[in-house]
């Protein structure tokens, strides 16, 4: 069974670095194909992309946010980390981990719990 | 850019539900439809525009192709409240998404 679990402060202040961490369970990275992403969503609003990581380390961003955002995965490729740099009180979302379609698929198979992420000084 | 329509969809149990996204240019079919219930994340239902996820009851479809898609919902059930979201694969940025229609049951 394929679990993605996020974890990280669930409060950070104006002008702060986020970092994110997804754990993967029941695949990895290391599996040809494989990808992982952040999506996130403010209250009431729609759903936003902002990176994902491919098992061969292809790394994309949305280019919106492109400047504030840096996705890596470890060692192991069982944890998939997301920094975003600066924040601001418009960035408060939930942010969700996401099991890529494979092979360069750009659709979510699976969704990770997701974690609240207020932005306030 | 992603556009669903309606907003909101209010429809009685048993009745047949279709919702509909409208891509601003063709995506082919690389077209994704996912449900998101009240408190919980999203839930993969459709992708390829037609293709049912696994686990998905047959009352959900997909169809269309280019700019036009609709999600249909054959028999709706109470469990189907939820608000609904397409997402388009094929153009950049590689992941965009509609804003979304809410079923609720009448």
């Known amino acids: 069974q394929t679990t993605l679990k996020e974890s990280g402060p669930t409060l950070v202040k104006p002008t702060q670095t986020l970092t994110l961490t997804c754990t993967l369970s029941?695949?990895?990275?290391?599996?040809?194909?494989?990808?992982v992403g952040w999506i996130r969503q403010p209250p009431g609003k729609a759903l936003e992309w902002l990176a994902f990581?491919?098992?061969?380390?292809?790394?994309r961003y949305n280019p919106s946010l492109k400047n504030r955002l840096t996705i890596t995965m470890d060692t192991s490729k069982t944890q998939v980390v997301l920094t975003m740099t600066d924040m601001d009180p418009v960035d408060t979302a939930t942010y969700f981990c996401?099991?890529?379609?494979?092979?360069?698929?750009?659709?979510?198979?699976?969704w990770g719990q997701g974690i609240l992420v207020t932005v306030s000084s | 850019v992603m556009t669903q329509y309606p907003a909101t969809l209010s429809v009685s149990p048993g009745e047949r539900a279709t919702l509909s996204c409208r891509a601003s240019q063709s995506v082919g079919s690389d077209l994704a439809w996912y449900q998101q219930k009240p408190g919980q994340a999203p839930r993969l239902l459709i992708h390829g525009a037609s293709v049912r996820a696994t686990g998905i009851p047959a009352r959900f479809s997909g169809s269309g192709s280019g700019t036009e898609f609709t999600l249909t919902i054959s028999s709706l059930q109470s469990e189907d409240l939820a608000v609904y979201h397409c997402q388009q694969y094929n153009k950049w940025p590689p992941m965009t998404f509609g804003q979304g229609t809410k079923v609720e049951i009448k």
């Open positions: 029941g695949f990895s990275l290391s599996t040809n194909g494989a990808g």
């Open positions: 990581i491919y098992w061969d380390e292809d790394k």
């Open positions: 996401t099991r890529m379609g494979a092979w360069a698929n750009y659709y979510v198979e699976s």
